[in-house]
């Protein structure tokens, strides 16, 4: 805007201005009227300040001398990969959740879990990640580099595990567990003694020339027939994946028969370590390679090789001193138990699965039975058995079931492991 032009009076040397003569109204609206010498000179600031001011108010109305402004940056948001679909491998379809970093679970407490691939002999790969150490709870959370995208073995060692059966604290040793796949929603594992008897027949399988898939299914297979009421999941691939969550349970379809924790599998392995004397660890470790060989009467692993569990010197046990499975067992086994050897008249402990499922797993439903009145604790899980007239289990086989279990008990006052605190 052009500045404000105004009159003042014309004067004479001697009095005011008389005539008019046109000035700069300044912003501030102070203004005089200067001589006429003076005028040239306003006038010329007046030019100069208008020019400005017509400059400065342009088009934005800035009044900065910066110049132009940049054109606005254009900002490509970031591109966000699809999550990654897995694949279970016993199906060939797609596993629940996708791909996840984060592979967690539980283990004995203070275990060091680590995760690795497989390799498709059933080996192990590369470490996924650093190891976790699992908390008082037995959690643990291992933050893999990058989502596997496969097969995934656990592998916790160390930690302590305490056994019921002859209330004792024992070194937890070295467990596995393999899963086919994790992902977001398959992704709470229990790495136990139930676990790694399947991952060490899984791996047996594997090196044999089985596919993972097949391996797997093997492998489970293995551990479920130590207790006959699961062969009705033999088959059942859902249980297989409820294994590694710490049951024994179909997805798919209800049976009384299934153990809905797997604690009785569990029951029975502490009660096989307090029959041989055996420490936990030394436990899983027999049982896992007898699995490899099909629990085959000679008590050998998938290579047809003895095997052997250790032997207790001065107190200490020494897992290293040759002792065979097979000769523990006909020492330990008792010989109303035993039945006909591969040399005539001579008389054995019988396969591992069948003498755990029948002497040591179904002994102790029965006697939990027996002693709480409820016949359908165990018919439930054993729907084959022939109870009597009146629905109850007959007094004789809950009396010849309650003196097994004791006659085991009776062991740990003597046993070696018993004094493991």
Known sequence: MLA???????????????????????????YACPSLRKM??????SATAAMLIIAGCGGGGSSSNA???????????PVTAAPTTIINILTGTAAPGVATQSIRGTAYVGASVTAYSV????????ALGAAATADVNGLFVIKA??????????????????????????????????????????????????????ANAMTSSARSGATLA?????????????????????????????????AVKSDTTYYGAQSLQGQELLNGLEYLGVLLDLPAQAVVKAVGAAAQGSYALAN????????????????????????TLQALRDTKTPDAQ??????????????????????????LVMDTACRSNASLYFTGRYPYYQVDAQGKMPAADCSAAAQRIADIKARIATNNSTRMK
């Open 214 to 246: 097949n391996a797997f299914v093997e492998g489970m297979q293995r551990l479920l027939e130590l207790d006959v009421a699961n062969a009705v999941f033999l088959q059942d691939k859902t249980v297989y994946l409820n294994v590694l969550k710490g």
């Open 300 to 323: 050998v692993d998938g290579s047809g090789m003895p095997i052997s569990v250790g032997t207790w010197a001065n107190g200490t046990f020494n897992p290293g001193a040759t002792m």
């Open 40 to 45: 040239k000179t306003i006038q010329k600031i």
């Open 145 to 198: 580099t990058a989502a596997p995208l496969g097969p995934v073995r656990l592998v916790a060692v160390g930690g302590t595990v305490a056994r019921v059966a002859d209330n004792t604290i024992q070194p937890g040793g070295s467990l596995e567990l393999i899963t086919p796949f994790v992902t977001t929603e398959y992704n709470n594992f229990k790495i136990s003694p139930l676990t790694d008897i399947a």
């Open 67 to 77: 110049g132009p402004s940049a054109l606005p940056t254009t900002v490509t948001p």
């Open 4 to 30: 404000e032009v105004r009159s003042c009076p014309k004067r004479n040397n001697s009095s005011p201005m008389t005539s008019a003569t046109k000035v700069l109204h300044l912003p501030a609206r102070a």
């Open 119 to 126: 390799q498709v002999d059933g080996s192990s790969g590369a």
């Open 338 to 363: 035993k039945v006909s050897g591969t040399v005539a008249g001579t008389k054995v402990a019988p396969r591992l699965n069948e003498y755990v499922s029948r002497y040591l797993v179904m002994d």
